[in-house]
């Protein structure tokens, strides 16, 4: 057998190189491909967990929709409605001041400040704010957050009472709306479905 000639045991090296570095770039290859898979499937599992997880929040919820006593039901349009007469009332306010005559006063009047318009802006101001206290209440109740009876009652209490001691029959009307929508959160059925 003829002596190996130095070429020929760096040509053999290379190839024994080669095939290990081939052998091991496959091998890589595999373990890439079965960890790609494992990975692929462990996302689907979690994407079909929160799929189901989803579901049942939806079906508790219609659950608990169709399960909501009517006294809910009624104290949550009671709320909505009141929301919505604040609201007008922000509109009227904010429209009597737009179009009041060019030769009102337009300071405030000790009088009779709510007749010129600084007074409207400053009621249509005082409207919207109960418009939005009692608007987030009105959501807070929608979720069937027990926090929205605190603040309901607190805008009826705050607003009730001194509307009722101005003594104008409207404003006792509007004091009524809102203490009976305040009485009406405290019902113990409405306490027992909010959390």
């Known amino acids: 057998m003829p002596e190996d000639q130095p070429h020929h045991r760096f040509a053999r090296a290379a190839g024994k190189a080669t095939r290990a570095f081939m052998d091991t770039s496959k091998e890589d290859a595999e373990r890439i491909r079965t960890e790609r898979g494992r990975l692929a ?11 189901a997880e989803e579901a049942a929040a939806q079906r ?67 409207a919207g704010v109960l418009a939005v206290a009692s608007g987030i209440g009105t959501l807070q109740l929608l979720r069937s957050r027990r926090s929205a009876v605190g603040l309901l ?11 009722i001691i101005r003594g104008h029959p409207a404003l006792i009307a509007l004091a009524a709306v809102l203490l009976a929508g305040a009485a009406l959160l405290w019902w113990p059925a409405v306490r027992r479905s909010l959390r």
């Open 41 to 51: 499937e462990q996302q689907e599992q979690r994407r079909a967990a929160a799929q």
């Open 60 to 126: 508790a919820a219609a659950e608990r929709r169709a399960a909501t006593p009517a006294t809910v039901k009624a104290a949550r349009w009671w709320w909505a409605l009141a929301t919505a007469i604040f609201a007008l009332i922000a509109v009227a306010f904010l429209l009597a001041g737009l179009n009041a005559p060019a030769g009102a006063a337009g300071g405030i009047d000790a009088a009779a400040p709510e007749s010129t318009p600084t007074g409207q802006f400053v009621l249509a101001g005082l």
């Open 153 to 163: 009652t607190g805008v009826a209490v705050l607003v009730g009472v001194p509307l």
